[in-house]
């Protein structure tokens, strides 16, 4: 059974550094492509980064292009996602979510099976 835990969020200052971990207890994920999404308050889930589950292929929106690093490690099931020069406008919800290939290049909310239960990011100016 699959079951998405992140961890990992706070407050921060802009400018700061935090890393954000997601792991599947049902011991899944390694098969499969992953990704992280975010939403503020008042919008739309985003996409943010996800990754192949060979690790092989990256992709990332344009907004953290640069800043941002998704990597996964498949012995452990889990998933990272790497967050420098953080900005205010990265505020929101971020969850980690199990795609339904091991493909990476899925950038809509419906290219996924599972999700999990988001952590709280908050970035002060």
């Known amino acids: 059974q699959v079951q998405l835990t992140e961890s990992g969020g706070g407050l921060v200052q802009a400018g700061d550094s935090m890393r954000l971990s997601c792991v599947d207890s049902?011991?899944?994920?390694?098969?499969?492509?992953a990704g992280w999404f975010r939403q503020a308050p008042g919008k739309e889930r985003e996409f943010v980064a996800d990754v192949s589950r060979s690790d092989v292929a990256r992709n990332y929106a344009d907004s953290v292009k640069g800043r941002f690093i998704i990597s996964r490690d498949n012995a452990k099931n889990e998933i990272y996602l790497e967050m420098n020069s953080l900005k205010p406008e990265d505020t929101g919800i971020y969850y980690c979510?199990?795609?339904?290939?091991?493909?990476?290049?899925?950038?809509?909310?419906?290219?996924?099976?599972?999700w999990g239960q988001g952590t709280q990011v908050t970035v002060s100016s």
């Open positions: 049902g011991r899944t994920l390694s098969g499969y492509s």
């Open positions: 979510a199990r795609g339904r290939t091991i493909h990476s290049g899925h950038r809509y909310a419906y290219e996924y099976g599972y």
